[in-house]
């Protein structure tokens, strides 16, 4: 059994700055990829970023560049998004997820096995 569950969202001002984490709960769980993505009021679910199963690469959106960074804990089963900067524009639920069984570009949702809950980022003007 697979869980992910997303932590850390919240209401902040513009400018202000949330941490989001992503715990893996999976067997033999040892470092896989993971993507953060995050869907607004009556838009489709969009790409924030992700990162590799060494964490050694990481991909993000360009609505995120320079404003996030995504990152493996210490723990191989926590990963991280940092978002600094925030806009109004980034309020959404944020979801993270993991790719165990299939391959491919980690911008597309269509790669990833495991979905979290999400978790409500809600940035006020």
């Known amino acids: 059994q697979v869980q992910l569950v997303e932590s850390g969202g919240g209401l902040v001002q513009t400018g202000g700055s949330l941490r989001l984490s992503c715990a893996v709960s999976a067997r033999a769980f040892s470092g896989y990829p993971v993507g953060w993505f995050r869907q607004a009021p009556g838009k489709e679910r969009e790409f924030v970023a992700a990162?590799?199963?060494?964490?050694?690469?990481?991909y993000l959106a360009d609505s995120a560049k320079n404003r996030f960074t995504i990152s493996r804990g210490n723990a191989k089963n926590m990963v991280y998004l940092q978002m600094n900067s925030l806009k109004p524009e980034d309020t959404a639920v944020y979801y993270c997820a993991v790719q165990l069984y299939n391959s491919g570009d980690l911008r597309y949702e269509r790669v990833y096995d495991y979905w979290g809950q999400g978790t409500q980022v809600t940035v006020s003007s």
């Open positions: 990162i590799d199963w060494s964490g050694s690469s990481t």
